[in-house]
């Protein structure tokens, strides 16, 4: 391995230097923890592939994306992390989407063979599909379900479908429907003694399907 | 002379190797102490229900200690966990190739109800797919609770009445 000689995780600057020889379209992102980056999202395999031979880090932490908002331009970003084993630091690779509709990222799968199962987490909660990736399905959710449900247009609660065995759904008559809420998310308490008062509840019980919302709240 | 008979138990020696019962009360009584589960594990309460078949708690006292995970030969599907709608499908397919009689525990709050998740990806309760017998509260609930939904089946079990007349008409 040629890693920088230096020891400790490498530095901002440091990592900058490395990134804005090839890529000059490297930007510095504002972080509160380790490096940051933002880079032109075509870009992403050639500069983690280089992260990893010139700086160390070779372990890949995590796949991720964020959805700003439904409204937001660009809407998607995915958010690489990467790990050095040797100098123990993390560094942040963003790259927002080109695209708010169908939003693609490509593969990291010949560099880390570990992304195969990121990637298809990221394109089955948040739909961005990774080009060049060897099997795009979905992981969590089942085959043929049509929404995406990290996005921000999709309602914790769930939206109606069908089950995912059709032939189950006919002898059941059941469906995939929307979950009570009762005024959740639940949240429990945390710090307190009482096991009763800790249960995860709704922080405001005054709504529930059956009594709407009122619309001043 | 009638002498009052005194005997409070029966006595083989007076009556000959003979009990008189109806057939509906042995078949019952049989049954209901040798459910064979079917662990239907699907979350956190597998754990309590790996703990009601431990020497602790020895759910073999009340003839379950078969855990079979084939569904044919077992009589009594316990539902201990989430029950996704990716399983769900899986858990009906399991609970049709299980042999009648059967029955239906659900355990725990999420079999129960769907229990804290209320999300899109969580069956709201396995009554939506599967006829439940007994439901246990609890998250997880303990091993006796398991214990004594297992002996209101039992109870359910025995008191089933017409059970000769079901199987000679299946
Ligand atoms: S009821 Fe609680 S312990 Fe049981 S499966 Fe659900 S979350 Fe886990």
Known sequence: MSATATAGPASESELLAVLQGAFPAVAV?????????????????AALKL??????????????????????????????????????????????????????APSVVALWAGANWHERETFDLMGIRFTDHPDLRRILMWDGYPFHPLRKDFPLAGIETPLPDLEVG???????????????????????MNLTEAEPRAKDESWHERSEKPATL | ?????????????????????????????????????????????????????????????????VFRFSPRQADCMIVAGTVTYKMAPHVRRIYDQMAEPKWVIAMGACASSGGMYRSYATLQGVDKIIPVDVYISGCPPRPEALLDALIKLQDKVTRNGGTTKQLLSA
């Open chain 1, 29 to 45: 992102r504002p972080t509160g923890d380790h490096p940051a980056f933002k880079l032109p999202v075509a870009e992403v395999p």
């Open chain 1, 51 to 104: 992260l990893r031979s010139q700086s160390g880090f070779d372990f890949l932490t995590d796949i991720t994306a964020v959805d700003w908002d439904v409204e937001a331009s660009p809407r998607f970003s995915v958010v690489w992390h990467l790990y050095s084993t040797t100098r123990l630091g993390y560094v942040r690779i963003v790259a927002d989407c080109l695209s708010d509709t169908e939003p693609t």
């Open chain 1, 170 to 192: 006919e002898i059941t008559g059941a469906t995939v429907k929307p979950a009570p809420m009762m005024g959740g998310p639940f949240v429990a308490s945390t710090g307190e």
């Open chain 2, 1 to 65: 002379m009638v002498t009052p008979n005194t005997e409070l138990t029966y006595n083989t020696k007076i009556e000959g190797d003979i009990v008189v019962t109806r057939v509906d009360a042995v078949i019952n009584w049989l049954r209901s102490n040798s459910v064979w589960p079917m662990p239907m594990g699907l979350a956190c309460c597998a754990i309590e229900l790996m703990a009601s078949a431990s020497s602790r708690f020895d759910i073999a006292r009340f003839g379950s200690e």
